[in-house]
């Protein structure tokens, strides 16, 4: 039985204390719309309300007085230094897909409940429109609302290196001489979850990449080009 997605809702263990803003930055006609969620979550529902540290860098709300009280109660956080995925408990994003995206990027790990406003150019994954927020703040807080699961992708960058084999007196463990001391191994250098897409592209180098495209362990095609 495969449950039907349009069925699916939201609830709470518990009722959810802190919420995620992320606006989309150096966006002049997202002020306002930042301005008035922000009140009515630490006003009217006394969110605790996290945003990243360069937002409140911008003159415009950095220099209003009459943001000043609601700007005290934010936690702040900066990008790559601050691990805040164990104290949100639901992210709402003001823009459009690429801020969706950027959202998601900040969670490596489990990704809490998102709510997308469509103030952006694009919005195929942001469907919920800021005329009437307060009311569909209001559904999610209280766990009516509508989900959507997504799955994301996860992404290993492996590299190739060489590695002394265990030997000893040039004889390995297992008693036999091996000609070759070194074995050519992968080691894992990083690891990624993203939501839509990956891109795999030839850096400095001058020359098309050929990519083998595997998908369990069996071999798709190949593909060359530079990015």
Not at 98 to 117: D, E, I, K, N, R
Request: hydrophobic fraction near 40%; include cysteine; charge should be negative.
């Amino acid at each position: 039985h495969i449950q039907d997605p349009a069925s699916q809702r939201l609830t709470w263990n518990k009722p959810p204390k802190s919420v995620l803003v992320i606006k989309k930055i150096r966006d002049a006609s997202l002020l306002q719309p930042f301005k008035e969620l922000c009140v009515y979550l630490t006003e009217e529902n006394n969110m605790i309300v996290y945003v990243e540290k360069k937002v409140l860098e911008d003159p415009a709300i950095a220099n209003d007085e009459n943001f000043g009280p609601v700007k005290k109660k934010f936690c702040t956080f900066r990008e790559d230094y601050d691990d805040i995925s164990n104290q949100i408990d639901f992210i709402i994003c003001l823009g459009g897909d690429g801020t969706l995206l950027y959202a998601s990027s900040l969670f490596q790990g489990s990704v809490p409940p998102v709510m997308a406003f469509h103030l952006g150019s694009l919005g195929f994954l942001t469907p919920f429109n800021f005329e009437n927020f307060q009311s569909q703040v209001t559904q999610v807080i209280e766990g009516n609302a509508a989900l959507v699961l997504r799955s994301r992708l996860k992404v290993k960058v492996v590299k190739e290196h060489r590695e002394k084999s265990p030997v000893q007196n040039g004889i390995e463990e297992n008693g036999v001489v091996s000609a070759n001391l070194e074995k050519e191994v992968g080691k894992q250098i990083m690891q990624y979850q993203v939501l839509n897409e990956v891109v795999v592209d030839r850096g400095p180098s001058s020359y098309l990449s050929n990519v083998d495209v595997f998908l369990d362990g069996h071999l798709i095609t190949t593909v060359q080009g530079d990015g």
